[in-house]
């Protein structure tokens, strides 16, 4: 794969970037992530949290408490994306909606 297509791979797909995005603000609490997402599954949240944890962009922070608490939180690695990400909203704003609306 050419290193876009690599790029894709790794956090492409409909919900990653969006997870990705909303860990640009620090922490999260599995819950609030979902709540965030809007329409994602459980099942799909838990699974593209993993692979995310898996690929190094994602650290999951579990605290030993009763009941336990985890976050999720960037790792060094994911931080790195934050410039992208933050071109891929602005660029989401300014033709997206266009983009969509002609789709219709």
Known sequence: LCAVGTSI?????KWKGIILFY???GPIRFNELQRKTNGITQ???TKQLRDLERDGLVFRNVYPEI????????????????PL????RKWGE??????IANRI
Do not use: A, H, Q, W
Request: net charge positive; charged share 25%; hydrophobic share 40%.
């Open 43 to 45: 099942r799909m949240l």
């Open 23 to 25: 860990l640009l603000d």
């Open 67 to 82: 009941p336990p608490k985890v976050e999720y939180s960037l790792t060094k690695t994911g931080e790195t994306l934050k």
């Open 94 to 99: 300014k033709y997206g909606v266009k983009i």
């Open 85 to 88: 990400l933050l071109e891929m």
């Open 9 to 13: 791979n790794i956090f492409g797909g």
